[in-house]
């Protein structure tokens, strides 16, 4: 089964240069796979009331092939590719425009049992078991990413619009966490061509977030620290340099 979903890119989206980027298109995926479970009866607005147990993101991969403006619907595609489907799930993810890519990525999530402390497995709620879908849509395999820090950049306090229902610092709020490590010239220079995030820990209200940042050598690592300096998330950065603007009859 494939889930689709027309969607008009918004200005409040968009980067600093008014195109859609990385920061718009995780939001479209996460929409877009949460409304897919919503659907289904199996998502995180009723789990909880029904089992005790929610959704919680592990990791996250994207590619990011071009950035969107406003002038035209994106359709964004998600589905469930084949596989052994126990504890934790992989949805795949796809946004283009008139059958041209401009994003593609997967995402890995989990069942967790709110009261009990535990993940918890498909059957307990019930996951229906006729869900894949077979489609080619070519993606490197999840990393394995150090979370040793290095250059300390700024520290953040989770407040209360970083929260989601479970009462932890929603994911998406992690985005913001990693591309503000860097100024705003770094982003006039270059763009974001792939993007990995890996959650360790949850964070809650109140606490403080140290965030540290590394030249890979082919890449750039972002490190989240919390409590007593344990790592809370991860993510690894592939960039380009920006293409100088073409002027005709320049």
Not at 208 to 228: N, S
Request: with cysteine; aromatic share 12%; net charge negative.
């Amino acid at each position: 089964m494939i889930f689709q979903k027309e969607y008009l890119p918004q200005f409040r989206e968009a980067d600093q240069d008014g195109l859609v980027g990385l920061r718009g298109y995780m939001n479209y995926f996460q929409d877009v796979a949460t409304h897919f479970m919503h659907n289904l009866h199996r998502g995180n607005d009723e789990l909880p009331e029904r089992y005790g147990i929610v959704w919680m993101y592990t990791k996250y991969k994207m590619q990011v092939l071009q950035r969107a403006d406003f002038k035209k619907e994106l359709l964004l595609e998600t589905w469930i590719p084949p596989g052994r489907l126990a504890a934790v799930m992989r949805q795949n993810l796809l946004i283009s425009r008139d059958g041209e890519v401009y994003a593609k990525g997967c995402l890995e999530s989990c069942l967790y049992h709110i009261s009990q402390s535990r993940l918890a497995r498909l059957r307990e709620i019930a996951f229906p078991a006729d869900m894949a879908e077979l489609r080619a849509c070519a993606m490197p395999e999840f990393e394995k990413l150090s979370a040793e820090p290095g250059d300390y950049c700024y520290t953040h306090q989770v407040r209360y619009t970083d929260l989601d229902k479970t009462g932890h610092m929603t994911n998406l709020k992690y985005i913001d966490l990693c591309l503000n490590a860097f100024e705003s010239h770094f982003f006039e220079q270059f763009e974001i061509q792939e993007f990995e995030l890996h959650f360790l820990e949850q964070c809650f209200e109140g606490e403080e977030l140290q965030v540290y940042r590394t030249d890979t050598g082919g890449g750039i690592r972002l490190t989240a620290l919390h409590g007593e300096h344990t790592p809370c998330a991860v993510a690894h950065l592939l960039c380009k340099k920006k293409e100088e603007p073409h002027y005709a009859g320049a």
